[in-house]
């Protein structure tokens, strides 16, 4: 089961996206998808998203479709990612999500 997620940690305006010139202060910019901090937010959005779900499994990151930084009043990323379902029960409590692999495609495993 895979799951796709935008997060938008900045309000942009209608006409975001719509200038084409030299890179306007305070605008977002595209940023490489291996940047330490991106890596923090979506590993962060991924726990949020385990402690809001109902599954019996837990889910963490599978792709970064797409990410940018803005700079305002501190740093905020906009990310379009994937997260996919983990062979990890949540009832193990395990806090290290790189420990996880992703649940094979097919059928839901089912929990007893």
């Given amino acids: ?11 942009l305006g209608p006409a975001a996206g719509s200038y084409h ?5 305070g605008s977002p ?6 940047d330490a901090g991106l890596q923090r ?4 959005a991924a ?3 385990n402690n809001q779900s109902n599954d019996a ?18 740093v905020r990323y906009i990310v379009d990612f994937q997260i ?3 062979v990890c029960p949540k009832r193990n409590h395990i806090t290290d999500l790189a420990q996880c692999d992703i649940q094979p495609p097919g059928r839901l495993h089912q929990v007893s």
């Fill in 29 to 34: 910019y595209n940023i490489s998808r291996n």
């Fill in 1 to 11: 089961m895979e799951v796709k997620m935008l997060l938008l940690l900045a309000a």
């Fill in 41 to 44: 937010v979506v590993l962060s």
């Fill in 21 to 25: 010139g030299p890179s306007m202060p």
């Fill in 84 to 86: 996919s379902r983990t």
């Fill in 47 to 49: 726990y949020a998203f």
């Fill in 57 to 74: 499994f837990l889910f963490k990151p599978s792709g970064i479709h797409r990410a940018q930084r803005q700079v305002v009043k501190g």
